[in-house]
């Protein structure tokens, strides 16, 4: 089982990733974490630090090449795993951020996308972007701004992939969004996450 986990800056995957891998491990299947970042929060760590801006070309070459390579290099590692995979991010992010930053899609992305093996489930995390910004202050290390963020979840919507996506609401606690991502795994007949106590999540009605 292949789950990717996509979205905004500031939607929480990351948080979600973590919390759903450890309570399918609670619950006593075999899963693992793996991470698709493209290094942009060193780049606008060592940006603010030395005070210089790359042009959105450059970035997005940068970032581009270290996505494709933790993105193969993940593939590789979920092929010769035998149990459920969940990817925090993946090549639709590089995407969006392309559509954002007013680039072309161009040719690499979408071509690898049909070669790799198809995610069985591709959840969104819709939030909104102020709630998103609020978060992403709150960590101090990035410096997306609201606009940046707003520009983001369009570009993310906009995709030709994003009908295929499973949309989660990622406004609400980590706990709120955990009990609704694991809503979404449920009904795609995947295995349930457990939580501390060896109980397993509710399904709300808005999931079902």
Known sequence: MLIVLTGIDGSGKTTAANALV?????????ALLLSNHAA?????????????????????AI?????????????????RFGGTVVMDRHLYCQLALRKANGLR????????????????????FDV???HAYQRVLARGTDKESLRD???????YRSLPEYSGFVEVDANGTPG??????????AAAGMPVPAVAGGTTPATSEANE
């Open 105 to 124: 899609r161009g040719i690499l992305l979408p071509w690898l996308l049909e070669r790799l093996p198809e995610p069985d489930l591709v959840i969104y």
């Open 40 to 60: 942009r929060r060193r780049l606008s760590l060592l940006s603010a630090k030395y005070g210089w801006q790359l042009p959105p070309r450059v970035a997005d």
């Open 22 to 30: 450890s309570g399918l491990q609670l619950g006593g299947t075999k």
């Open 63 to 79: 970032e581009t090449t270290v996505r494709i390579f933790n993105v193969l290099v993940s593939h590789v590692r979920a092929h």
């Open 176 to 185: 709120e969004v955990l009990e609704r991502l694991s809503g979404v795994v």
């Open 128 to 130: 909104d972007p102020q």
């Open 149 to 155: 963020l707003q520009d983001f979840r369009a570009a």
